[in-house]
């Protein structure tokens, strides 16, 4: 394979993570709004125990996933994108 064609794998790899990485942003913006929602102080009266604590926490063990992918994304487009610069 030639130098050319690497480098065009790479930037097509590239360029796949970060698709991926802007969906799991979606996905975490949204949890992150759930979460808020559901744990607000405000929203609830004087009995903490009313709170969807198991709706919050199956939302925050989701982004917890997500934002260990998108950890894991950034550090493999970083490798890229050094190898693409040299």
Do not use: C, P
């Not at 913006?29 to 759930?34: A, M």
């Not at 125990?49 to 950034?74: G, H, P, Q, S, V």
């Amino acid at each position: 394979m030639s130098f050319r064609n690497e480098l065009l794998l790479i930037k097509a790899k590239i360029a796949e993570k970060k698709k991926r990485l802007q969906e799991l942003d979606l996905r975490a913006n949204n949890h992150i709004i759930t979460i808020r929602s559901i744990v607000d102080a405000n929203a609830y009266d004087e009995d903490f125990t009313e709170i969807e604590l198991d709706r919050a926490k199956a939302a925050m063990d989701d982004f917890y996933a997500i934002w260990n992918e998108a950890k894991d994304l950034k550090t493999q487009i970083s490798k890229l994108e050094r190898e693409v610069n040299g």
